[in-house]
């Protein structure tokens, strides 16, 4: 019988090492849960800012959702802008007026979170002006700088 309750002994203090584990996978993937979701919340929350800006015809409020960098990218049609100086003033040369600009809804949100630092969003535009009613979609890349999130490459349709 020592023979067999020396077995047994190994075998419990194994199954209490793989649960202890379990519980500590189960924390760390609950604190991953938590922490991406934050990431979401912060990153939809500039997105608003930014949409609030344009419909109140602020361009310079919509860029600050931006990098402010001669690194940032934004490619619309066949057009590759870099820099943010670059894309305000393509967006105010495109957009010289609040009623140009209308009601700016993103729409489809698909936020996928990289790391802690870098996330990318999916998703539809569309602007309601009074005779039309152009529409798009787009793939933007955040990254979370000492400003918080910002957008880094935007390549809108």
């Known amino acids: 019988m020592p023979l067999i309750r020396n077995k047994i002994r190994p075998i419990k203090k194994n199954i209490l090492i793989l649960f202890v ?14 922490e991406v ?13 930014q949409t609030a800006a344009w419909n109140r015809g602020d361009v310079e409020g919509f860029m600050a959702g931006y990098m ?34 209308g009601t700016l809804t993103f729409a489809g949100l698909e936020i996928t979170v990289v790391s802690k630092n870098t996330a990318y969003v999916l998703g539809s535009w569309s602007l309601k002006r009074k005779d039309d009613m152009p529409k798009g979609k787009f793939t933007i890349i955040f990254r979370k700088l000492k400003e918080g999130w910002r957008v880094v490459y935007d390549h809108s349709s």
Not at 37 to 49: G, N
């Open 68 to 101: 402010r960098s001669d690194e940032l990218i934004f490619v619309s049609g066949d057009t590759v802008t870099r820099g943010w100086q670059a894309a305000l003033d393509r967006y105010k040369k495109s957009y010289p007026s609040k009623e140009q600009m």
């Open 21 to 34: 584990l379990l519980i500590s996978g189960v924390s760390v993937a609950a604190q991953n849960t938590a």
């Open 37 to 49: 979701k934050k990431i979401e919340t912060d990153i939809i929350e500039v997105m608003t800012q």
